[in-house]
């Protein structure tokens, strides 16, 4: 069984930081891609940002210079560190990983989510 646990959530005002952290436990073998989702009220879930085991990462366009993704291997953590917040990142954030169980098998899990409010 394998479990994202989710942390760093919550109020801050525009300009401000906040920085996420997922952590990925259980039967791992191996972690591919790691990332953040974000979904809003009323509109579709999308990618924040992803990396993958080497280190190459990926960002949407809304978030590029504000936002930088990282990830620990020895921990099987991944991070999100946001600054320069705006009301327009107000969502739910998602912790999304790639896991391999084993050799031959890898799976896509989520976390639990965790409110991200930008308001002043």
């Known amino acids: 069984q394998v479990q994202l646990v989710e942390s760093g959530g919550g109020l801050v005002q525009p300009g401000g930081s906040l920085r996420l952290s997922c952590a990925a436990s259980?039967?791992?073998?191996?972690?591919?891609?790691m990332g953040w989702y974000r979904q809003a009220p009323g509109k579709q879930r999308e990618l924040v940002a992803a990396v993958t085991s080497g280190g190459s990462t990926n960002y949407a366009h809304s978030v590029k210079g504000r936002f930088t993704i990282s990830r620990d291997n020895a921990k099987n953590t991944v991070y999100l560190q946001m600054n320069s917040l705006k009301p327009e990142d107000t969502a739910v954030y998602y912790c999304?990983?790639?896991?391999?169980?084993?050799?031959?098998?890898?799976?896509?899990?989520w976390g639990q989510g965790t409110q991200v409010t930008v308001s002043s």
């Open positions: 259980g039967s791992i073998f191996s972690i591919n891609v």
């Open positions: 999304n990983a790639q896991i391999a169980p084993s050799l031959t098998l890898t799976y896509n899990y």
